[in-house]
Every structure is written in C-alpha cells, then in structure tokens.
C-alpha cells in the first residue's frame, strides 16, 4: 500500500514538473505591432474608418457605394471593402513586403477580376497602378477635405492614355 501511494505521489510530481516545463517553453502569442483597425503606415491614418459615397460613370450611371477600410493581421495588412448599389462587390489587400518601400494591393471582385497593383503612399493620397496586365488601370484615393475621400478609377489599353472610368466621393461616418 506505501508503495502505491509512493508511486502516485512520484506520477503526480513529475506530472506537475512537466506541465510546468511546458508552459515555460511554449511560443508566446507574438506582440501586436499595430492595434487591430490600424495600419502600420500603408496608407494615410485619415483613409481608416467606414465611408459612405455616391458615384458615377462618364456614361452618366450613378450609384451609392459603401466602402470600410480596416487594418488586418496586427496591422500587417488593410482590407478594403468596398460595395454599390448596382451590386459591384469589391476586395482589396494592401500590404507591404518585408524591406520594401513600396505596398502591393491585390484587388478582387465579385465579376471573378483579380488584379495586382503597385502602391505609392502619400500625405494626402494612395495611387495603385496595375501591374503586368494587358490593359492598365490605376486606383487613386485622395482626400479632398476634412472627412472626405475621392476614389477615381482610370483605365486604358496598353500604350494608351488612362481615360477615367469612375468616381465616388465618400464621406466618413
């Protein structure tokens, strides 16, 4: 019987000593860089937040679009999200590769149109050109007061001058 409990009390002490090198050695959750909603400068802070906007083609179409803004992966990222009303759907990931300068979107829609783009932050603006496409496009996000953001749309056929396709102007809720 003193065996026994002997043996039990020398299972739960290395039980116990185990479990304690365990969660002395297991990886710690990594530190958010960026607060979840937040960019780690990949655009302008004042782009964030949920837009509301009205739009409109050369040909004459109007629409209203919702469009939010929210950084991803510990700021890593931001996701765009964009919507109309004449049921347009929109995604877009902007991020940064590891020692560069320059930000990479990846725009996706629902009309199964990817695109990739290179990015150039400013002040005042983000411009995305299309890269490695047989036709061009360049999306351009730029505050034009306080609470307000143009989203412009240009696109073209190689070697030929960028015509603009479409415009919203959102205001920030």
Request: aromatic share 6%.
């Amino acid at each position: 019987m003193l065996r026994i409990a002997i043996f039990l009390m020398l299972l739960a002490c290395t039980s116990l000593l185990h479990a304690q090198d365990q969660t002395q050695t297991q990886p710690q959750p990594p530190t958010q860089t960026q607060p979840e909603g937040q960019s780690a400068d990949l655009a302008p802070a004042w782009m964030m937040g949920n837009w509301q906007g009205q739009g409109s083609t050369p040909g004459g179409a109007n629409f209203t679009s919702q469009l939010s803004i929210n950084g991803q992966l510990d700021g890593q990222i931001l996701m765009m999200k964009r919507e109309t009303s004449s049921g347009y759907k929109e995604l877009v990931f902007l991020g940064r590769p590891k020692d560069s300068d320059k930000s990479v979107a990846t725009v996706y829609d629902n009309k199964n149109h990817i695109g990739l783009y290179a990015c150039d932050v400013g002040d005042q603006q983000l411009t995305c050109s299309q890269v490695g496409a047989a036709g061009s496009s360049r999306i351009t996000f730029k505050e034009t007061e306080p609470t307000k953001l143009s989203y412009i749309v240009e696109s073209g056929t190689q070697g030929q001058p960028l015509q603009k396709t479409m415009e919203i102007t959102y205001q920030k809720e």
